[in-house]
């Protein structure tokens, strides 16, 4: 009897098979018509790669296509639903702790990769010792086919040595990003727009349970409140919500008394000048999720772009403006002081 157990906790996994009785060609490589599940030496079951920690409104409808996948191809198959989770901080620490382990397995990788590089290239050098530089190969001479073999190893060990210093610089770039994971995933502007993200989802499951329409409905269908085991799903994933919500704005509020400057609305003004990516830019509107500056083409290559200055790239002037959220805002100057430091052309 094959088993799919789902929960946010475990994610999904299907137990009581193996890689060799035949399900694997349902279960396994999408490109070979399976269902793109991948198989856990370490734990003896399939798994669905990243469906641990999802909410269970999401992890449920994929396992009950498992299930019926499996039996349409001739196998017993139950489910069996668990409403197990993990805290945001237990997910997040484990997370971390999995990723120093990754940076240190690769560091040695990245060690060991350079290592026989420096092998391969001594061994090259080696090769052709012997042979004094510039020196030609002479033809039919005694020594024709030994300096040919010596230069075919000396090619040889240079390709290696090529490869394993490509290896090198992979595995030292997997090794940095695996140990800056925690400093990317705690940024304070990555978490606002995280929280941004948790909060539509947070609304969104709201109104699926109040049976209230969303903002673009329109009235093209009704909508009623999610009643039954629905409700009961819905209920589940909120309170999983809630827990990451408050994790993260934790985050942002260690970030705030740290003294990380989060920019908001309060902060400017119309006429003032923000900075992101390197030029500052003049504010025509401010709102409550962006500012509103001129088109970004516009600031190509130039420090300061204002509102009667910003040009199209044929030359025309242009009233295009873009909007730039909060938390890509990078700095602020007032009217007077930027008028000081970048006088009007």
Known sequence: MITVHCSPAQGITVTGTSRADGSNKTLGNRSKGGLGLKWGSYIGAWYVPHSRDRHNSVNRPRAE?????????????????????????????????????????????????????????????????????????????????????????????????????????????????AAHLEQHRTNPRVTLRRLQRLEADRRRFQRALDGTPPPNHRGLYDVKPAAGEHRKRLLHDLTQLDDEIAHWRGVIAQAEADGVKLWGPADFTKGDFVLYSGTWWEIKRVNPKTLTVPWGMCGVGRRVVRLNDAYAPNGALTTSTDNLPYDKVQGRMGAAEAADQYPPA
């Open 65 to 177: 296509h498992i299930a019926a996948t499996l039996r349409d191809a001739g196998f017993a198959v139950t489910v069996e639903y668990s409403d197990e989770t993990r805290t945001a901080a237990t997910r997040e620490a484990e997370m971390y702790d999995r990723a120093a382990a990754r940076a240190d397995a690769y560091t040695a990788f990245a060690r060991n990769a350079a290592t026989r590089a420096d092998t391969h290239r001594e061994t090259a050098r080696a090769a052709t010792a012997g042979i004094p530089l510039g020196q030609p190969i002479l033809l039919g001479h005694h020594s024709q086919r030994r300096h040919e073999k010596a230069l075919e190893r000396s090619d040889s060990h240079t390709r290696k040595a090529i490869a394993e210093t490509g290896r090198t610089a992979h595995w030292t770039h997997r090794a940095d990003a």
